[in-house]
């Protein structure tokens, strides 16, 4: 994958796009030293994608059915993916509300370079209902907190690997859905924005050496 001087990230998205577009304000504002290279979204309606199109950030659309609909495989699909994103030279592909579990025909390509963001602590509630999970069992006394994470991507388990960040979130006895999520998702965008900064500060490219 290619070296640039500020990191070149492709951001995946199935959604709203929030944590999309803290990205792109850190990025604004000068507090994330990176590029957004492309936005990809399987649904078409995603909102991120007008976000990111209002930022004359490339995007790209691209949906499983046409592949569901031709008897063509998962990994197919994948792969093409992978291809579609590596033309725009990510050094970091970052799963923000992705919703597609990724194969390795994907994950191959980029070698501890996937990125994904998760509304729960590690080991916790994986999947795509982490939020109201997280709330049933917390009325259900077994847990007290909740949190966020952010890891590294290196197989087809769900929101699990290497944890490169995680945050506690607390939850209050009248709290709703909507006011654990709205808490979960500021949580969310600081601590994505923080780590990316974090990486792209660690791991200098040889460009910035030069
Ligand atoms: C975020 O809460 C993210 O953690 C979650 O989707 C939401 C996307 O919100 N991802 C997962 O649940 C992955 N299993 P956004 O579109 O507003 O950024």
Same mark, same amino acid.
Not at 171 to 174: A, S, T, V, W
């Given at each position: 994958m290619s070296?640039?001087?500020r %990191? !070149?990230?492709?951001?995946? +998205?199935s *959604?709203?796009?929030?944590?999309?577009?803290?990205?792109m304000?850190?990025?604004q504002e000068?507090?994330l030293?990176?590029?957004?290279s492309?936005?990809i979204?399987?649904r078409?309606a995603?909102?991120g994608l007008e976000?990111?199109r209002r930022a004359d950030i %490339? @995007?790209?659309?691209?949906?499983?059915?046409?592949?569901?609909?031709? *008897?063509?495989s998962?990994?197919?699909?994948?792969a =093409?993916?992978a291809?579609?994103?590596a033309?725009?030279?990510p050094d970091?592909v970052?799963l923000? *509300?992705? &919703?597609? +579990?990724?194969?390795r025909?994907?994950? =191959?390509?980029f070698p501890?370079r996937?990125?994904?963001?998760?509304?729960a602590l590690? *080991?916790q509630f994986?999947g795509a209902?982490a939020?109201p999970d997280?709330?049933? $069992?917390?009325?259900? /006394?077994? +847990?007290?907190h @909740? /949190?966020? &994470?952010?890891h590294?991507?290196? =197989?087809e388990?769900?929101d699990a /690997?290497?944890v490169?960040?995680?945050?506690?979130?607390p939850?209050?006895?009248?709290d @709703?859905?909507?006011s654990?999520t709205?808490?979960?998702?500021?949580?969310?965008? !600081?601590?994505?924005?923080?780590?990316? $900064?974090?990486?792209?500060?660690e791991? %200098?490219?040889?460009? =910035?050496?030069?």
């Open positions: 070296r640039s001087p %990191p !070149r990230l492709a951001v995946l +998205i *959604g709203n796009g929030t944590n999309l577009q803290a990205l304000d850190a990025i000068g507090r030293p990176a590029t957004i492309v936005v979204s399987n078409k995603a909102y976000r990111a %490339p @995007t790209e659309y691209f949906p499983l059915k046409p592949y569901r609909d031709a *008897g063509r998962r990994r197919e699909y994948d =093409d993916l291809r579609l994103a033309r725009y030279r970091w970052v923000a *509300g992705w &919703m597609h +579990i990724l194969s025909a994907f994950l =191959d390509r501890n996937v990125i994904n963001l998760h509304p590690p *080991g994986p209902h939020i997280a709330l049933e $069992a917390y009325r259900q /006394g077994k +847990i007290r @909740t /949190g966020v &994470m952010v590294l991507v290196p =197989d388990q769900v /690997g290497p490169l960040a995680a945050r506690e979130v939850i209050y006895p009248e @709703t859905l909507e654990l709205e808490r979960i998702h500021s949580v969310e965008h !600081r601590l994505l924005v923080e780590t990316l $900064a974090r990486l792209a500060q791991e %200098p490219s040889p460009c =910035d050496s030069a």
